[in-house]
């Protein structure tokens, strides 16, 4: 039996995995520039795979903890929660640490740690005193403390969603989003700056959380199906002329005069409301379009590389920092990248076989009972 087709866990949504781990091989292509890139990187338009990859990390976290929630316990909702957080930082402070001690103790300097992390060999305690309360977060280190912030929303969501006031977490999260428009970020990062040289990473976590909060909201849900039957056809086509659009304006093929004010609408820092759009859009079109999928062998491959979607994510970010120098100076980028790529499921397909080691440290750490 190949690791690709191993059983997956009663409950698993395949085509979920297979989507996260399509966003993975996508998000791998990126941060790996070559020419998959000019076919990957926001190839639909104003969208890239790091919205697909955290919306769907809400969507798995309100699936799951919806089923935690028939133990009428907030206590244990929360303690979940807790833990899964637990687990999120001890994976990004064990990423962070071994990257630390590489450049400062073993004064290792390949061309992404003396880029990326350049804190490390200036001020080496500043750094790893800030990096361990996650107010440093060099580049490719930003996202899990995100989802360390994030998953503490769902409890608050499942409880809401007890009460029928599940649309409140969605209110506050747009209102949380709307603020970061105006620049609540940068005045906030402007004030802690002058005491700490923070760096909180390229992601403003106040606005994508808003991605983040639709995944849950949608999964607490447990349907897609928003929009009633008669208006969907109706809805597909509006999606569908929208999506087209916001294509053409991005490759210049129309509005090309006011394709500089339409960008500043789309940045990625902060999640702009035409990048929230187009990701709205291509989401819906996505869920129609799953319809008509089987479980063929390419989906099945995919879905092995979103079952383990968090270890197989920092596996990656090792392989940017350590490998990305020697990758920018060669002829043969396009070989690279495959190598790279193909590199993801040794991760996924160990963990597919054994338990994966730290894991099973930490939670026997933090449970009451005995391993």
Known sequence: MTCANSDRKPGRDIHVDALRGLMLVVM??????????????????????????????GLVAGRVYSRYSIVDNRGFLWRRALTRAGFIYSTHILTFLILFCLAVLFSVKTWGLETWTPLFYEHPVSALFLGITLT?????LHILPMYVIFILTVPI???LAKNNRLWLILLCSTLVWLLAQFGLSERLNAILSKFWPIYFGRFDILSW????????YIGIRGTTDFIPLRFRRPALIVCLLIAIILFSI?????????????????LVGNLGPIRLLNFIVIALLTQHALSWTTENLIIKTLALLGRHSLEVFTFHIFLLYLFFGIFRTSQFKEVWVLLFVSSLYLPACLLERYQNPWKTWFYCLVSRNHC
């Open 28 to 57: 791998t292509m990126d941060h790996f520039p070559s020419l998959f890139f000019d076919y990957t990187h926001e190839s639909l338009g104003y969208v890239s795979a790091a919205e697909g990859f955290i919306f769907l990390s």
């Open 136 to 140: 440093y977060r060099p580049d490719f």
């Open 157 to 159: 969501a499942i409880q």
């Open 209 to 216: 959380q808003l991605i983040f909060v639709l995944g849950v």
């Open 250 to 266: 991005r490759y210049g093929l129309i509005l090309s005069k006011s394709q500089f004010e339409i960008e500043s609408l789309s």
